[in-house]
Structure formats: C-alpha cells, structure tokens
C-alpha cells in the first residue's frame, strides 16, 4: 500500500511540481539501489529540473568503491 501511496504523489508531483520532500525520495530510492553494488559513502546528489514536459535527471555520488558480487547466469 506505500508504494501505491508513494506512486501517487510522484504523479501529483510530475503533474505540479516537486515538493520538497519529493527529491528526498527520490534520492533515497536511487542510493538504495546503487547501495547493492557500490559502497557510497555520503549521501548521492541529484538534480532534477522540469524541461518541457519532461525532466532533466542528473545523479552523481563521489568516492565510491565496486562491492563484490556474483553474477548469476
């Protein structure tokens, strides 16, 4: 049910703007990912900016390390 919750207010947001909360959210999203394969050691930084009907996405995160992992065939 958080997810459809979350979803929503991406939408709303996508459709009047972000709040400020939303990049937050955002974020936490994508490092919980990169967090699976990169050792990130302060938060990631993003910028989002509204171009068109569309948006700009820039992620970047600095001094990070390759986890190990196996791949599965």
């Known amino acids: 049910m958080a997810d459809i919750d979350r979803m929503k207010k991406m939408i709303e947001c996508d459709r009047f703007g972000f709040a400020d909360g939303s990049k937050d959210m955002i974020r936490k999203d994508i490092e919980d990912v990169l967090n699976e394969y990169f050792y990130i050691p302060s ?12 948006f700009d996405l820039k992620i970047s995160a600095t001094n990070c390390s390759l986890k190990s992992f196996n791949v599965l065939k």
């Open 43 to 54: 938060h990631i930084k993003i910028e989002l900016d509204k171009n068109g009907e569309r």
